[in-house]
Nanobody
Framework: QVQLVESGGGLVQAGGSLRLSCAAS????????MAWYRQAPGKQRELVAG???????TYADSVKGRFTISRDNAKRTVYLQMNSLKPEDTAVYYC??????WGQGTQVTVSS
């Protein structure tokens, strides 16, 4: 069983930055791909960024050049550094492990 706990969300002005963290419990963290998704009101959940066990990263076109995903296997934590935030980045951000487990989500609100 894997449990994921996100933190770091909040309210920020456009152009600002936030760093999300996702702490994972359970074994084999380093062997799992990890990802961040987001869901805005009235919209489907979408992939924001992913990182494989081999540190290969992928990003949605809308966040390329602004967001960076990283992981610290010793801390069993994955991060999402979000810079140059825009109002359209406003959403609940979810951590995902191995395409199987989800965190409870953390709200990110970007004001214009």
């Amino acid at each position: 069983q894997v449990q994921l706990v996100e933190s770091g969300g909040g309210l920020v002005q456009a152009g600002g930055s936030l760093r999300l963290s996702c702490a994972a419990s359970g074994t084999m963290f380093s062997a799992r791909g990890m990802a961040w998704y987001r869901q805005a009101p009235g919209k489907q959940r979408e992939l924001v960024a992913g990182i494989t066990s081999g540190l290969i990263t992928t990003y949605a076109d809308s966040v390329k050049g602004r967001f960076t995903i990283s992981r610290d296997n010793a801390k069993r934590t994955v991060y999402l550094q979000m810079n140059s935030l825009k109002p359209e980045d406003t959403a609940v951000y979810y951590c995902n492990s191995g395409n199987s487990y989800w965190g409870q989500g953390t709200q990110v609100t970007v004001s214009s």
